[in-house]
């Protein structure tokens, strides 16, 4: 069976409005879909940069105990959080696993381990 949600944990974590701090979360993969909707949206035709706005509060299932994930909520990260998003996103969408290849310093002998997320 093919993985296709990842938990995550933000470096700083979203304040909401009431004071509490959300750090954990899930992603999901991507479809075409996700990639491509959101290319008619009129703010990515303003601003192409937006599109990673869209594209992970589509993607985003969860994060801490927040109802819903909006591009308000991501808009509304700290730099850091987004910039751990986006890797993240870019990494198990490319992968399909959130594991990173490394190499042993001592014998050169290759081998995958899983990503802590930050912060832990």
């Known amino acids: ?3 296709t949600e990842f938990p995550f944990i933000l470096p ?3 304040l909401d409005s009431q004071g509490e701090l ?3 979360g899930i992603m999901r993969l991507s479809t075409a879909q996700d990639e491509i909707a959101p290319l ?3 703010r990515v035709q303003k ?3 937006y599109v990673v706005i869209i594209l992970l509060a589509r993607v985003i299932t969860k994060l801490g105990t927040l109802e819903q994930i909006n591009t308000r909520t991501i ?3 700290l730099s850091g959080d987004f910039v751990f998003l986006q890797d993240f996103y870019q990494r198990i969408n490319q992968n399909g696993h959130s594991r990173l290849l ?5 014998c050169q002998g290759e081998f995958e381990v899983e990503t802590v997320p ?3």
Request: net charge negative.
């Open 1 to 3: 069976m093919i993985q």
């Open 12 to 14: 700083q974590g979203y």
């Open 22 to 24: 959300h750090r954990e």
């Open 40 to 42: 008619r949206d009129p």
């Open 47 to 49: 601003n192409p940069g």
């Open 75 to 77: 808009e509304e990260l």
């Open 102 to 106: 490394v190499a042993c310093p001592h």
């Open 118 to 120: 930050l912060g832990e």
